[in-house]
């Protein structure tokens, strides 16, 4: 007998009356395809799903590790990689939406992203301060985190920093539930998490589901992925999406699970508990077990193998009036567009400028608590200015100091501000944040450009100041506090430039060790072709000279280095007796500087390609989000309308006709991804 589950009234009761905003989300036919780049199968990662999640409840996506619960999530949030291909449909509200970032859906992702120099407190602070409405008062806010801070158990952990790679803080499980407050404290309608609940206790796991189930109750739309949960855990979830390989086996209420499996022919053992047995006969990792030399059936109390098990419940699943009813729901979720009135909302409340002063704070903050950030780059540049000092100490105007003072000005312009690379580590983490709460909408890339160029000015500033004090003073350079002012100037400006060329790497090229590849390659070619190694006449016309040295920060400050220093100095001549040269001919023809523009337009010329550099940043970080998804579509279109001609992709899955248990051989094929050729 099939017994049929019945999808509650409750459910339906929910769907039909709307009291104000609310998320009302459906997925139909839900496939993620990763193609082979060459002629290999087409690995299905998900496989047709179709369910819906309503308000006021919290869904439970569980399924054996690879199943696909996180690219479900991500399929939902449009937050796959490029190279996975997904078709369907996601419906928020009846309306058809493409994806579900940049604020629409809060994201609980599973990666470990926040500012480790901060406190837990100031964490969530932070974030309500970013997202909350202007209106909303000191003391509403500071109630609302303290609320949440009580509802996740943080009280004990509120004051003590998270830590990052050298600075131990807060511990793994502490974290998680760190995460899953930033992301509560708005109450979005929409909240996704990825495994909220692993690495806990079970009693913090319990009491991170039952705030979970709280705040649904508030009419919020919740569905969460989850590994293996207590029995207790379990019992708090209203509804259960059971996924293996990437299919579903279950959608439903999480309750009549039970009858469901029992129907199937296979019932829970009394001794087992519910989430137990539900993975335990779809998880085929375990099907063989060596115990000593021996090795034994995992399966073994069912009498069938876990392929035939999965089969035999998806066919179930596939043919129950509950999947029909699921089909109908979301038929009927598609033809009544706009199911509430109100627009569910979107990421953060805050105003611009309210948004700025909160990046300003945290990342000044962040940047002064981090010894890696700037302090220890202050450090090395005292450190390596004393060095340069005392090595040109007291230069002077012979006619060999011509020379010591170009290596002088073409180290301080070269090495000096290839040291910025030494922050690309803490650039990688910063650009790691900013990516998880941009897609979560806490607030837009403009102001997150201008919070981290203000924040980190003070630094440079103080790096510049002390290394051209010490080396100006130590070397003697031109005297007089307008050469000395521009000479700051240029190493700030310069040192600019290299910070926001890195931010560029860290934005393009998101890890460490490649990025500073990267970094110190471009920085080794703008080197090159500064006009110290290889004077700027005599650089070939073609590529070289045009266009690189004109678009290279470095000619430019160099060139005006030079200037501040030698126009209106004399240098004795090479023999003892003769006129002395001019500063202004030793730079025209030892050094091949051109004296048809002024020092202030070299320094001109480094402050524009400095903004051209945060713009080119800003450019990328939209084009990331506005241009990839386009590449992106057009790359899904192309596959799929290629997949879709071979006659194998189109064949419907096979499901087993008789439960006999398969040799190994056999039920490794079944077991392995599903593929079409
Ligand atoms: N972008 C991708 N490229 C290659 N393989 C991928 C990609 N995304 C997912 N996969 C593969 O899809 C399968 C499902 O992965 P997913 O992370 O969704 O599983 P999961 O059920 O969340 O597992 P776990 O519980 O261990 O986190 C895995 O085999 C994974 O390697």
């Given at each position: 007998m099939v017994m049929e589950i019945e999808i509650s009234s409750t459910i339906a009761r929910d769907v039909e009356v709307g009291e104000?905003?609310?998320?009302?989300?459906?997925?139909?036919?839900?496939?993620?395809?990763?193609?082979?780049?060459?002629?290999?199968?087409?690995?299905?990662?998900?496989?047709?799903?179709t369910g819906f999640a309503l308000p006021g409840r919290i869904m439970a996506v569980m399924g054996p590790s690879g199943s696909g619960k996180t690219t479900f999530l991500d399929s939902l949030a449009g937050r796959l990689s490029g190279n996975v291909v997904t078709s369907g449909n996601v419906l928020l509200n009846g309306k058809i939406k493409k994806s579900l970032h940049y604020g629409i859906v809060a994201y609980v992702s599973q990666e470990d992203v926040v500012l480790g120099t901060l406190t837990v407190k100031e964490s969530i602070a932070?974030?309500?301060?970013?997202?909350?409405?202007?209106?909303?008062?000191?003391?509403?806010?500071?109630?609302?985190?303290?609320?949440?801070?009580?509802?996740?158990?943080?009280e004990d952990c509120a004051d003590h920093l998270i830590g990052n790679w050298h600075l131990r803080g807060i511990s793994g499980g502490e974290k998680k539930r760190l995460r899953i407050a930033l992301e509560i404290i708005t109450q979005p309608h929409l909240l996704f998490l990825d495994e909220p609940t692993t690495g806990l206790d079970s009693a913090s796991a319990f009491f991170v589901a039952q705030s979970?189930?709280?705040?649904?109750?508030?009419?919020?739309?919740?569905?969460?992925?989850?590994?293996?949960?207590?029995?207790?855990?379990?019992?708090?979830?209203?509804?259960?999406?059971?996924?293996?390989?990437?299919?579903?086996?279950?959608?439903?209420?999480?309750?009549?699970?039970?009858?469901?499996?029992?129907?199937?022919?296979?019932?829970c053992p009394q001794t087992r508990s519910p989430s137990d047995h539900y993975l335990r006969c779809i998880n085929a990792d375990f099907d063989y077990v060596n115990i000593g030399s021996q090795r034994i059936i995992g399966t073994q109390d069912m009498h069938l193998t876990t392929a035939e098990i999965r089969a035999k419940l998806q066919h179930k699943y596939q043919n129950s009036k509950l999947a029909e009813r699921v089909r109908a729901k979301i038929k009927h979720f598609s033809v009544t567009q706009g199911l509430v009135h109100e627009e569910i909302s979107r990421?953060?409340?805050?105003?611009?400028?309210?948004?700025?002063?909160?990046?300003i704070k945290r990342s000044f903050t962040n940047m002064s608590r981090d010894f890696g950030y700037y302090w220890l780059r202050i450090?090395?540049?005292?450190?390596?200015?004393?060095?340069?000092?005392?090595?040109?100490?007291?230069?002077?105007?012979?006619?060999?100091?011509?020379?010591?003072?170009?290596?002088?000005?073409?180290?301080?312009?070269?090495?000096?501000?290839?040291?910025?690379?030494?922050?690309?580590?803490?650039?990688?983490e910063e650009i790691k944040v900013f990516n998880k709460?941009?897609?979560?909408?806490?607030?837009?890339?403009?102001?997150?450009?201008?919070?981290?160029?203000?924040?980190?000015?003070?630094?440079l500033i103080v790096m510049s100041f002390s290394s051209v004090c010490i080396i100006y003073l130590m070397v003697k350079y031109h005297p007089g506090f307008s050469h000395f002012m521009y000479a700051f100037i240029d190493l700030l400006l310069s040192i600019s430039v290299v910070e926001s060329c890195m931010m560029v790497v860290a934005?393009?090229?998101?890890?460490?060790?490649?990025?500073?590849?990267?970094?110190?390659?471009?920085i080794g070619i703008m080197m090159a072709t500064a006009g110290f190694f290889r004077l700027l006449p005599d650089l070939p016309l073609i590529f070289w000279k045009y266009p690189i040295s004109y678009i290279n920060y470095m000619a430019w400050g160099l060139q005006g280095a030079y200037k501040n220093d030698m126009i209106g100095m004399e240098f004795e001549g090479p023999v003892e007796g003769q006129p002395k040269l001019k500063g202004e001919y030793v730079l025209s023809s030892l050094l091949g500087i051109s004296l048809q523009h002024s020092k202030w337009w070299d320094l001109?010329?480094?402050?524009?390609?400095?903004?051209?550099?945060?713009?080119?940043?800003?450019?990328?970080?939209?084009?990331?989000?506005?241009?990839?998804?386009?590449?992106?579509?057009?790359?899904?279109?192309?596959?799929?309308?290629?997949?879709?001609?071979?006659?194998?992709?189109?064949?419907?899955?096979?499901?087993?006709?008789?439960?006999?248990?398969?040799?190994?051989?056999?039920?490794?094929?079944?077991?392995s991804p599903l593929h079409s050729t």
């Open positions: 104000g905003a609310a998320a009302f989300l459906a997925w139909e036919d839900l496939t993620a395809l990763l193609p082979n780049s060459g002629n290999g199968p087409t690995r299905r990662l998900l496989n047709g799903l932070y974030s309500a301060s970013l997202r909350l409405p202007s209106s909303a008062t000191k003391q509403e806010t500071a109630e609302l985190i303290e609320n949440t801070i009580a509802e996740l158990g943080l979970l189930r709280s705040i649904a109750r508030r009419r919020r739309t919740i569905i969460t992925t989850i590994h293996q949960p207590s029995t207790e855990v379990f019992s708090l979830f209203d509804d259960l999406l059971l996924l293996s390989s990437g299919q579903t086996v279950y959608f439903g209420e999480a309750a009549p699970a039970l009858e469901f499996f029992a129907e199937a022919g296979f019932p990421g953060s409340h805050a105003r611009w400028r309210k948004q700025l002063m909160v990046l450090l090395i540049y005292i450190m390596v200015s004393l060095c340069v000092g005392s090595v040109f100490h007291d230069v002077g105007s012979g006619y060999h100091a011509i020379m010591a003072r170009g290596a002088c000005g073409g180290f301080v312009s070269g090495f000096m501000t290839f040291m910025a690379i030494g922050g690309f580590p803490s650039f990688i709460e941009r897609l979560n909408g806490h607030y837009g890339v403009g102001v997150y450009i201008l919070s981290n160029f203000i924040s980190s000015f003070p630094f934005a393009l090229v998101p890890n460490f060790l490649m990025g500073v590849v990267v970094g110190a390659g471009f001109g010329a480094v402050a524009v390609i400095l903004v051209a550099y945060r713009l080119l940043f800003f450019i990328i970080l939209k084009l990331k989000e506005g241009a990839m998804p386009v590449f992106h579509t057009y790359y899904t279109k192309r596959t799929l309308h290629h997949l879709r001609r071979r006659p194998s992709f189109r064949r419907p899955l096979p499901f087993p006709s008789s439960p006999k248990r398969h040799s190994l051989s056999s039920q490794e094929g079944l077991n």
